[in-house]
């Protein structure tokens, strides 16, 4: 997954709106965004600086050149960038007929430079315009935020950000496999893409390594909070039997607030510390099913990563441990904040593998114990 610079000229009241809702179509097709303060300078000045590089930049503008030919023409240390055509600011450009065919010309303001790049592209319509640019940039439109989202992942080669659907690219055939093959240790590893083509799958750390915490009082803004709160009905005390023993978990904290939720599972493995792992891990999954998610708004810090544990006390909201980060935003409009999202244990990560005639009556809770241990 890429890192998206996201930028937005000011066009009409609907700047804002139309910014987060192409944020969040990004943001759930897996990428991390970076969303700009709504201005027509502050996407060319990020381009120019060092903080751009290796990272994909995308502008939302109305029509003309300026901003196209300036990063193809310019100094830009963006990966790559799209330019997203906006069919909700002017009617000279409000369909995708207007896209494909108007000529778009120099600027409305008459800056555009360099002139010999802005008099070649002058006068054709985005799709010509894309074949010459297309090394460096590319034109997209969208009618809405979401649109506009969707058909810039289309343009990026990774789908139209569907939950539904799997892709059929070259990229989610990749993704797929990786899938697969971590499903068996859900919740117990990490995937990240590092720089442009390094993926790293490591161990997640248990919570009490963490040196990150929301604290109340302290980082956290109490009216930027909201907490889905636990479903009652998850299981809140699990035993494992096996042989003659008993193996028990439970949360004395979510028994006291909803009764006993008891549930019991049979294990027939070789050795009484594959049944420890295998209980583990299911009182893992339990934790992870049970609902809970804590979005908030927080002084803002580079010290906020997806992936990370999180040492929470936010009493006001009866949150007292551990919660895992799955998605951060920043957002430096006026102060610095950060907006963080939670859950209490980390989220699925693996895609079951497909099930074939050969390998349908495979013992899954058996193949997975051992190895899962190993480092």
């Not at 496999?177 to 997640?204: A, F, K, S």
Request: with cysteine; net charge negative.
């Amino acid at each position: 997954m890429a890192d998206v610079v996201l930028g937005c000229d000011r066009n009409n009241g609907n700047d804002s709106a139309f910014q987060n809702a192409v944020a969040k179509v990004l943001e759930n097709a897996g990428h991390k965004v970076e969303k700009l303060q709504i201005h027509p300078n502050t996407f060319a000045s990020y381009s120019y600086s060092g903080k751009a590089k290796g990272k994909i930049g995308v502008f939302l503008i109305a029509a003309g050149l300026t901003a196209i030919v300036d990063l193809y023409s310019g100094n830009t240390n963006f990966k790559y960038a799209y330019f997203g055509i906006r069919g909700d600011v002017t009617s000279r450009m409000s369909s995708i007929n207007d896209f494909n065919t108007h000529g778009i010309g120099k600027d409305w303001h008459g800056d555009c430079a360099p002139a010999a790049m802005c008099n070649k592209l002058a006068g054709k319509p985005y799709p010509e315009i894309n074949k010459i640019v297309k090394s460096k940039c590319q034109a997209v439109f969208g009618k809405t935020g979401e649109e506009m989202g969707k058909n810039i992942l289309s343009a990026m080669g990774g789908g139209d950000g569907s939950s539904s659907s799997s892709g059929s690219g070259s990229i989610s055939t990749i993704k797929k496999c990786i899938q697969e093959l971590l499903y068996p240790w859900n919740g117990d590893v990490y995937c990240c893409l590092r720089g442009d083509d390094t993926i790293h799958i490591g161990r997640i750390p248990g919570p009490t390594s963490t040196k990150l915490s929301l604290v109340e009082g302290n980082n956290v803004y109490l009216d930027g909070i909201s907490v889905t709160d636990i479903d009652p009905e998850t299981p809140n005390k699990l035993i494992v039997k096996w042989n003659k023993t008993e193996f028990v978990l439970k949360d004395d904290a979510r028994i006291k607030r909803f009764g006993v939720k008891e549930k019991t599972i049979e294990a027939t493995l070789k050795s009484e510390k594959d049944v420890v792992d295998f209980a583990y891990r299911e009182w893992n999954k339990l934790l992870k099913d049970s609902g809970r998610v804590l979005e908030c708004r927080v002084t803002g810090s580079p010290i906020w990563h997806i992936g990370n544990w999180v040492r929470v006390y936010i009493p006001t909201f009866n949150l007292n441990g551990y919660m895992y980060l799955t998605k951060v935003s920043h957002d430096d409009a006026g102060e610095w904040n950060s907006n963080l999202t939670l859950l209490d244990y980390p989220p699925d990560l693996g895609t079951e593998p497909s099930q074939t005639a050969d390998d349908s009556d495979t013992d899954t809770d058996t193949d997975i114990d051992s190895d899962s241990e190993e480092e």
